[in-house]
């Protein structure tokens, strides 16, 4: 019933005001604006795409990465991935492959270490001062934590402390063995081909033929028996001896009364 009496249909109360509003959200609604929508192919192409990675930092490439296939094609693109790996440091240089592509996925500081060729003398607490690190932070970058160990090693990874070290630097991506992890490697003392021959000498006092090296192991092995230590142990020993098997065991049972008497064994 209408206000003044007037008989009005009651279907129309129920009708909206504006019968073409709920049609037009809709026909909006269609052209949404989506990386996924089969109608916007400006972010599927390349080009364009490549534009606005080489833009985008690591971990937003890596978010990239996973929207499609095209998407994970051009933010995978070595060019651009090793250009955002070397931004945040201004890195000059990022020379070698890694072993995974995983590698470029975190560019933290702990990515980075220097390489620091062992000579006698050197100790893990002498090298944190040197580098102003943590005792604790070299051993577990080079997992290990015996101090005699180190000397069974060529080089030891030193953790980075200071960022500006990296400032127009050339790092090297490289497998540390002993270590068993992949980083990025700064050359305080040149790159790594002068740090291979300063630490092993010319190339023809190098090279070991297979007779020495099976003698070798085999002092080291006995050593080993008869101080009851580990390898890297007994490595140490036969080193601060130069190469005498006596004078190793000797140095040893002198280091182990003197641990005794201090009450460290």
């Not at 890596?62 to 955002?84: G, L």
């Not at 090693?153 to 497998?175: D, F, G, H, K, W």
Request: aromatic share 6%.
């Amino acid at each position: 019933m209408g206000c003044c009496g007037d008989e009005e249909n009651d279907d129309d109360i129920l009708n909206p005001l504006n019968p073409t509003t709920t049609t037009e959200i809709l026909d909006f609604s269609d052209s949404t604006i989506s990386p996924m929508n089969s109608h916007f192919s400006a972010l599927t192409c390349r080009d364009t795409l490549r534009l606005i990675f080489e833009k985008l930092p690591i971990p937003d490439l890596a978010r990239s990465s996973c929207v499609c296939r095209v998407w994970n094609s051009v933010a995978s693109d070595q060019e651009i991935v090793t250009r955002a790996f070397k931004a945040p440091w201004n890195l000059k240089h990022i020379i070698g492959k890694p072993a995974s592509g995983n590698f470029w996925r975190d560019n933290s500081l702990g990515k980075f270490a220097i390489s620091h060729r062992i000579v006698r003398g050197d100790s893990i607490a002498s090298l944190a001062v040197k580098y102003s690190v943590q005792v604790m932070d070299i051993k577990r970058l080079n997992n290990t934590m015996s101090e005699h160990g180190i000397y069974s090693r060529e080089r030891l990874l030193i953790p980075i402390s200071n960022p500006e070290m990296l400032l127009q630097a050339t790092c090297y991506v490289e497998v540390d063995t002993c270590a068993k992890r992949e980083v990025a490697v700064l050359y305080l003392d040149g790159g790594p081909e002068l740090h291979k021959t300063t630490s092993n000498g010319s190339s023809s006092t190098s090279s070991c033929s297979a007779t020495d090296l099976q003698s070798k192991k085999r002092v080291i092995e006995s050593l080993r028996r008869s101080m009851q230590v580990d390898d890297a142990t007994a490595h140490y020993y036969l080193t601060i001896a130069d190469g005498d098997p006596r004078a190793a065991i000797s140095q040893f049972s002198q280091d182990l009364r003197w641990e005794t008497h201090l009450g460290f064994a």
